[in-house]
């Protein structure tokens, strides 16, 4: 995250969410599905495995590297644990998912997805 952060992933991150997903808009809907869907506490990630994105959620302290995880790299995560947003948010998670999108530093996530590859 980042107080500059948010915006539209320009460089190869970007690509690939565009050829995964067909564009950011449809990425961001997957995303925050996963993470509004989420059923009490957990995650919602994204992660490269086998060169590819995929978009997942585990629950409580699980995570994609586990056995029990959703496989693959993870790059970025939105943390749906109650704590991470009720005392700006209170019970309204789409609230607080819409507004992780204006933090994310998608340069970062670039790196990541880089090193992941």
């Known amino acids: 995250m980042s107080p500059n952060g948010g915006g539209l992933p320009e460089n190869k ?3 690939a969410i565009n050829n995964t997903f067909g564009d ?7 995303f ?3 993470a509004a869907t989420r059923f009490g ?3 919602s990630w994204l992660c490269v495995s086998n060169g590819k994105l995929s978009i997942c959620s585990t629950a409580n302290q699980d995570n994609p590297l586990m056995q029990e995880g959703c496989g693959g790299t993870p790059i970025l995560c939105l943390d749906v644990w109650e704590h991470a947003y009720y005392l700006n948010y209170q019970n309204k998670r789409p609230d607080y998912i819409n507004a992780f999108f204006n933090v994310i530093n998608w340069d970062k996530v670039n790196e990541l997805y880089l090193e992941a590859l």
């Open 41 to 43: 506490s957990g995650w």
């Open 32 to 34: 925050s599905k996963a």
């Open 13 to 15: 991150l970007g690509a």
């Open 24 to 30: 950011f808009e449809s990425f961001k809907s997957d």
